[in-house]
């Protein structure tokens, strides 16, 4: 069974403090996105990656990093979290053979920062 | 830049009925794949059916099937039969082919009355 794993289902941090969120897949996809989720808004991508050490930023990327040093391993810092980083994190890979592919998706992170 | 409009932020039905989830999406491009993904309250995101832009023909998966209207870019998800489990919000997503990410609407949240 394919699985996209994120470390923490639940996050609260304080202002200013670096965040890692933590993402891993067992699927060999060499794609992998970040993306932010709030009420209203949908999925906004933040960063993605199409291969190790390589990334795009998205349409929301500021405020955020990725590290991708491991072909299974995706990592998204908040370099100094603030409040508007309050959010729902989805963690997704997909294989790049064919545009139909579907993407697969971690159980999210629900980040509190306060 | 590619976007998808979900015109409907809730719905609801009544169990056994039949509901139908609308979806616009704007691109200049010919060949694109259209998904509809399902989070239920659990939160992990899964995929309930695609559908190829150069395949005329509409996607059906059991109880789910789409109206795929190119020419009006018109993506609409059809439920039958609806079941309690149906209840989650919905989320129409776009991609070119080849190596690029999912672009999402804002999301339908259904509801299923008993």
């Known amino acids: 069974d394919v699985k996209v794993t994120q470390s923490s289902r639940y996050l609260v941090k304080r202002t200013g403090e670096k965040v890692f969120l933590e993402c891993v897949q067992d699927?060999?996809?060499?794609?992998m996105f970040w993306y932010r989720q709030d009420p209203g808004l949908g999925l906004r991508l933040i960063y993605f990656?199409?291969?190790?050490?390589?990334?795009e930023k998205g349409d929301i990327p500021e405020g955020y990093s990725v590290s991708r040093e491991k072909k299974e391993r995706f990592s998204l810092i908040l370099e100094s979290a603030s409040t508007n980083q309050t959010s729902m994190y989805l963690c997704a890979s997909s294989n790049p053979r064919g545009g139909g592919t579907e993407a697969f998706f971690g159980q999210g992170t629900r980040l509190t920062v306060v | 830049a590619q976007t998808v409009t979900q015109s409907q932020p809730e719905m609801s039905v009544q169990e056994a009925e039949t509901v139908t989830l609308s979806c616009t999406y704007d691109?200049?491009?010919?060949?694109?794949?259209l998904f509809w993904y399902k989070q239920p309250p659990s939160r992990q995101m899964i995929l309930v059916i695609r559908?190829?832009?150069?395949?005329?023909q509409n996607a059906t998966e059991n109880r789910f099937s789409v109206n795929f209207q190119k020419a009006a870019k018109s993506f609409s998800l059809k439920i039958s039969d609806s079941q309690l489990g149906d209840t989650a919000m919905y989320f129409c997503a776009f991609r070119h082919s080849g190596n690029t990410p999912l672009v999402f609407g804002k999301g339908t949240r259904l509801s299923v009355i008993a």
């Open positions: 699927m060999d996809h060499e794609n």
């Open positions: 990656s199409y291969d190790v050490k390589m990334k």
């Open positions: 559908q190829e832009a150069y395949k005329q």
């Open positions: 691109t200049s491009e010919n060949n694109y794949y």
